[in-house]
């Protein structure tokens, strides 16, 4: 059974940078898209974008100006980097397997808060 | 971006009734590109269905889903206790992806 588990600070000055890590276990990196989903306190989920094992990503256009995704098959992870976060970026972020060229998220981890405060 | 548009916010029933969710897109989602997924408090979201009707592995028949094009529904025929959470479809067949805002059914 695929699993995975995000890591990183709970909290991130305005202006600075989010950095999250997904570990996967129970399954290999290869050869998946491997997406970032967020939710908002109350409001909707919100696709980031992804990142193959090949390491090609694609991010949705309202973030990609501030998004930067990689993967490191060595280690079966994968991060993202979210730059200059104001609290609009105050939410819940998940790591998935999938949503790349017509595939589903077929599995998800179980969030981490990341609050953006000073 | 395709909009998805879930109804009802909320449903409230009783162990054992049927519920009837529903998923609307903005767009004809191409080839049934529409997957939904269960969302428990402190629990990893949880694939459903995916190409519309596809049950995934391990899922109960109990949950079962339909449509095409604009229009999609999430039946579970026999709510059970565990069944109580918030339900969200996400389309795949255009980026970006993008989900709904989730149907929560409550229990009465």
């Known amino acids: 059974q695929v699993q995975l588990q995000e890591s990183g600070p709970g909290l991130v000055r305005p202006s600075e940078t989010l950095s999250l890590t997904c570990n996967v276990s129970g399954g290999s990196i290869s050869p998946y898209f491997w997406s970032w989903i967020r939710q908002s306190p109350g409001k909707g989920l919100e696709w980031i974008g992804y990142v193959f094992y090949s390491g090609s990503t694609y991010y949705n256009p309202s973030l990609r100006s501030r998004v930067t995704m990689s993967v490191d098959t060595s280690k079966n992870q994968f991060s993202l980097k979210l730059h200059s976060v104001t609290a609009a970026d105050t939410a819940m972020y998940f790591c998935?397997?999938?949503?790349?060229?017509?595939?589903?998220?077929?599995?998800w981890g179980q969030g981490t808060l990341v609050t953006v405060s000073s | 971006d395709i909009v998805l548009t879930q109804s009802p916010g909320t449903l409230s029933l009783s162990p054992g009734e049927r519920a009837t969710l529903s998923c609307r897109t903005s767009l004809s989602v191409s080839n049934t590109y529409l997957a939904w997924s269960q969302h428990r408090p402190g629990q990893a979201p949880r694939l459903l269905i995916y190409?519309?009707?596809n049950r995934a592995t391990g899922i109960p028949d109990r949950f079962s889903g339909s449509g095409s094009g604009t229009d999609f529904t999430l039946t579970i025929s026999r709510l059970e206790p565990e069944d109580f959470a918030v339900y969200y479809c996400h389309q795949y067949g255009s980026a970006p992806l993008t989900f709904g805002q989730g149907t929560k059914v409550e229990i009465k």
């Open positions: 998935a397997r999938g949503g790349g060229r017509l595939r589903y998220i077929d599995y």
């Open positions: 190409g519309a009707s």
